[in-house]
């Protein structure tokens, strides 16, 4: 017989809870997807290697152990608890043009410099929620908390201390057939930021990004102290059948605001980002003897840039006189998929076009690039006896270059900028293929509660541009 360490695994891994997943964003219906309590304490490594890095920003790849602890339960037949805590620290390896923390959120206002190297990356993280019913009402909130910091021990000693907090709450009704969910979320977010030289042989400038291979460069060169603030707010509804058989829907709406300033000539604005998306899914599904569902997503984000004007100096004090607009940025995501399962086996097919638009007022530059793509995600469970379970995943992606622009003063451009452009262009505009498999053995101790598991998994990115990507990940742990 499965123990129910087993049956809630198969749960909360299953790819048949794929039409759920943007309705898990609200606290309130978090604990109606689930049934069975599960927790589990991990302790992995996450391995990643690029032959050349496709985004120089990011790095060429990086070696990522961690621990990490996670726990569903509920309290009794009306109210649930959940939580997670995790600590990771490890090396990202050879980060070039990026002395900032989190590039993905911030880019392009980042501090940068030609030289780069490994860095030293430590992340702690926290979260935990509650969701209650009563009656035909179902209330939750949510909190999530990151402290991360990473430093550089050789020049340029860049250091980036990040503190992210994020708010949740939620409600769901029950009309007729079908259960209604509202959230809104709130959060705040900081990081200061510094780059450092000790060596005998002098310093090499810090560049204020600003976009496309532009820099502030009034502020440029020795100005090498940041700060960031930031934080927004997002809605999420969310619409599905009650008894899992049905059309459903989600739609999100979120916007936020991230604010670049000089530590000195007091604190003075540099760069506003500003980040708004908005994403909705349709479809359909059935959860019977034969799991069903069919979905379309559409998500579209926008990213604008102000750079603020300063100006005469006066007792390190600089008067900001203009605030201009000149950083655009638009991504497009739209797929249509399909998800069968029966017994112990799901199969995920989707099928879908992204474009990614950046754009300099003036003096003007423009990148383009846009791809189709299809995704397949298999998985199985087996149980070879009533002690062990084995969970197989399998994935593969191919996306293949529709469409590209390139409009760019060259010939004006200073040579190492040059480069940064024409590296970030071909790896914009590649085709990839990208393979992947995970296996999970689960083994429950006899007449126990707790359980013991070990996870592999592996995967190759192949890029037309004639490099490519391996990733590893082990783990090891125990399930309760």
Same mark, same amino acid.
């Given at each position: 017989?499965?123990?129910?360490?087993?049956?809630?695994?198969?749960?909360?891994?299953?790819?048949? $809870?794929?039409?759920?997943?943007?309705?898990?964003?609200?606290?309130?219906?978090?604990?109606?997807?689930?049934?069975?309590?599960?927790?589990?304490?991990?302790?992995?490594?996450?391995?990643?290697?690029?032959?050349?890095?496709?985004?120089?920003?990011?790095?060429?790849?990086?070696?990522?152990?961690?621990?990490?602890?996670?726990?569903?339960?509920?309290?009794?037949?009306?109210?649930?608890?959940?939580?997670?805590?995790?600590?990771?620290?490890?090396?990202?390896?050879?980060?070039?043009?990026?002395?900032?923390? !989190?590039?993905?959120? /911030?880019?392009?206002?980042?501090?940068? !410099?030609?030289?780069?190297?490994?860095? %030293?990356?430590?992340?702690?993280?926290?979260?935990?929620?509650?969701?209650?019913?009563?009656?035909?009402?179902?209330?939750?909130?949510?909190?999530?908390?990151?402290?991360?910091?990473?430093?550089?021990? $050789?020049?340029?000693?860049? %250091?980036?201390?990040?503190?992210?907090?994020?708010?949740?709450?939620?409600?769901?009704?029950?009309?007729?057939?079908?259960?209604?969910?509202?959230?809104?979320?709130?959060?705040?977010?900081?990081?200061?930021?510094?780059?450092?030289?000790?060596?005998?042989?002098?310093?090499?400038?810090?560049?204020?990004?600003?976009?496309?291979?532009?820099?502030?460069?009034?502020?440029?060169?020795?100005?090498?102290? /940041?700060?960031?603030?930031?934080?927004?707010?997002?809605?999420?509804?969310?619409?599905?059948?009650?008894?899992?058989?049905?059309?459903?829907?989600?739609?999100?709406?979120?916007?936020?605001?991230?604010? $670049?300033?000089?530590?000195?000539?007091?604190?003075?604005?540099?760069?506003?980002?500003?980040?708004?998306?908005?994403?909705?899914?349709?479809?359909?599904?059935?959860?019977?003897?034969?799991?069903?569902?069919?979905?379309?997503?559409?998500?579209?984000?926008? $990213?604008?840039?102000?750079?603020?004007?300063?100006?005469?100096?006066?007792?390190?004090?600089?008067?900001?006189?203009?605030? /201009?607009?000149?950083?655009?940025?638009?991504?497009?995501?739209?797929?249509?998929?399909?998800?069968?399962?029966?017994?112990?086996?799901?199969?995920?097919?989707?099928?879908?076009?992204?474009?990614?638009?950046?754009?300099?007022?003036?003096?003007?530059?423009?990148?383009?690039?846009?791809?189709?793509?299809?995704?397949?995600?298999?998985?199985?469970?087996?149980?070879?006896?009533?002690?062990?379970?084995?969970?197989?995943?399998?994935?593969?992606?191919?996306?293949?270059?529709?469409?590209?622009?390139?409009?760019?003063?060259?010939?004006?451009? !200073?040579?190492?900028?040059? %480069?940064?452009?024409?590296?970030?262009?071909?790896?914009?505009?590649?085709?990839?293929?990208?393979?992947?498999?995970?296996?999970?053995?689960?083994?429950? /101790?006899?007449?126990?509660?707790?359980?013991?598991?070990?996870?592999?998994?592996?995967?190759?990115?192949?890029?037309?541009?004639?490099?490519?990507?391996?990733?590893?990940?082990?783990?090891?742990?125990?399930?309760?």
């Amino acid at each position: 017989m499965a123990s129910n360490a087993d049956s809630a695994l198969v749960e909360h891994t299953s790819l048949a $809870r794929l039409p759920m997943l943007e309705a898990m964003r609200n606290p309130a219906l978090h604990g109606m997807v689930y049934q069975t309590p599960y927790s589990q304490l991990a302790l992995g490594i996450d391995f990643l290697h690029q032959t050349q890095g496709f985004v120089p920003e990011k790095g060429s790849g990086y070696t990522l152990p961690y621990l990490k602890v996670n726990t569903f339960h509920h309290l009794n037949g009306r109210s649930t608890v959940w939580g997670e805590a995790s600590y990771m620290t490890g090396k990202v390896h050879d980060i070039k043009w990026n002395s900032t923390s !989190d590039y993905d959120l /911030l880019q392009p206002y980042i501090l940068s !410099d030609t030289l780069g190297g490994d860095i %030293r990356r430590e992340r702690y993280s926290i979260s935990g929620g509650y969701t209650t019913n009563i009656n035909k009402w179902q209330l939750g909130a949510e909190m999530h908390v990151r402290a991360e910091q990473e430093y550089r021990s $050789r020049d340029p000693r860049m %250091r980036g201390i990040v503190t992210d907090l994020t708010l949740r709450m939620g409600g769901g009704y029950d009309l007729g057939h079908y259960r209604l969910g509202a959230a809104v979320e709130g959060n705040i977010y900081k990081q200061t930021n510094s780059v450092a030289f000790y060596r005998e042989e002098g310093v090499i400038p810090e560049y204020q990004m600003t976009g496309l291979g532009t820099e502030y460069s009034r502020f440029s060169g020795d100005k090498r102290s /940041l700060y960031y603030d930031g934080g927004g707010v997002a809605i999420m509804l969310h619409a599905s059948p009650i008894n899992q058989s049905g059309p459903y829907a989600d739609v999100t709406l979120d916007e936020h605001r991230y604010h $670049r300033k000089l530590a000195e000539f007091n604190s003075m604005p540099l760069t506003d980002l500003y980040n708004e998306h908005v994403g909705a899914t349709i479809g359909w599904k059935q959860e019977k003897n034969h799991r069903l569902a069919a979905f379309g997503h559409a998500d579209y984000t926008r $990213r604008t840039g102000n750079e603020h004007v300063g100006g005469t100096s006066d007792a390190r004090y600089f008067p900001v006189i203009a605030c /201009l607009t000149m950083y655009k940025s638009h991504i497009m995501d739209t797929y249509a998929g399909a998800l069968y399962g029966r017994g112990n086996w799901n199969v995920n097919i989707a099928a879908g076009y992204r474009a990614v638009s950046e754009e300099y007022v003036y003096p003007h530059r423009q990148m383009d690039a846009s791809h189709v793509y299809g995704k397949l995600q298999g998985q199985c469970f087996i149980r070879p006896t009533d002690k062990w379970l084995l969970t197989v995943d399998v994935h593969a992606s191919y996306y293949a270059k529709a469409s590209d622009k390139l409009n760019m003063p060259l010939a004006n451009m !200073d040579a190492a900028f040059t %480069r940064l452009i024409q590296h970030k262009h071909k790896f914009a505009t590649a085709n990839y293929t990208d393979l992947g498999a995970k296996v999970r053995a689960d083994y429950a /101790l006899k007449q126990s509660r707790y359980g013991l598991f070990a996870e592999a998994a592996g995967g190759m990115t192949l890029c037309s541009a004639s490099e490519h990507q391996t990733s590893l990940h082990c783990s090891i742990g125990i399930t309760f």
